[in-house]
Structures are given as structure tokens and as C-alpha cells.
């Protein structure tokens, strides 16, 4: 069983940076890929980056030069830092890995940039 805890939304201005936290417990592998998700309202949930076990990274072209996603494995947490952040930006975003065949997800943390 695993458990995905996100942290580090918040209220910011356009052009300001958040650092998301997603703390996971339970039966994770360094080798799990993680990844973050974010949903705005009325929209799908759409695929903002992900991590390999290996520390591959790819990114969702809209936060391409931004965004930085990376991890470390002795605190079983993925990081979001999110730079010059857009009003665009704005939606709930959450934790996601697949493990033991099982999809896990967070509850989800709001970040919000105002104009």
C-alpha cells in the first residue's frame, strides 16, 4: 500500500514560484516513476511532468523552462518547483506513481496565480 501526501500550494502572484512536496509511505521503489498532475476547473486532468527511477525527466511543453520536477529517494518525496508562474497555472495539482500494478494518487494541493 501506498500513500501520496502533496504539500506547497498556496495563493501566489503572476511571475512568482512555488515548491510543491509530495511525500509518499508505504511499498515505493526508488525505480517508481513518479509524476505530477494537475487539474483545472472544467478541464481534464492533464500531465504536467514526470521522474524515472533513473532521473529522466520529461515535461508538458506549456511548462517547458519553468517547471523542474526531481526527487529524492532517502525521503521518499518528489519536488515541483514551479518559476514564473501564470495565472494559466491556476488548478489542483497531484501526485501520481504506479506501483505493484496499482495506481496511487494524492489528494491534491491548490495552487492559484493571480494577474
Known amino acids: 500500500q501506498v500513500q501520496l501526501v502533496e504539500s506547497g500550494g498556496g495563493l501566489v502572484q503572476a511571475g512568482g514560484s512555488l515548491r510543491l512536496s509530495c511525500v509518499a509511505s508505504?511499498?515505493?521503489?526508488?525505480?517508481?516513476?513518479m509524476r505530477w498532475y494537475r487539474q483545472a476547473p472544467g478541464k481534464q486532468r492533464e500531465l504536467v511532468a514526470f521522474?524515472?527511477?533513473?532521473?529522466?525527466?520529461n515535461y508538458a511543453d506549456s511548462v517547458k523552462g519553468r517547471f523542474t520536477i526531481s526527487r529524492d529517494n532517502a525521503k521518499n518525496t518528489v519536488y515541483l518547483q514551479m518559476n514564473s508562474l501564470k495565472p494559466e497555472d491556476t488548478a489542483v495539482y497531484y501526485c501520481?506513481?504506479?506501483?505493484?500494478?496499482?495506481?496511487?494518487w494524492g489528494q491534491g494541493t491548490q495552487v492559484t496565480v493571480s494577474s
Open positions: 501520481h506513481t504506479y506501483s505493484g500494478m496499482r495506481h496511487y
Open positions: 508505504g511499498s515505493i521503489l526508488s525505480s517508481d516513476v
Open positions: 521522474i524515472t527511477g533513473g532521473w529522466s525527466t
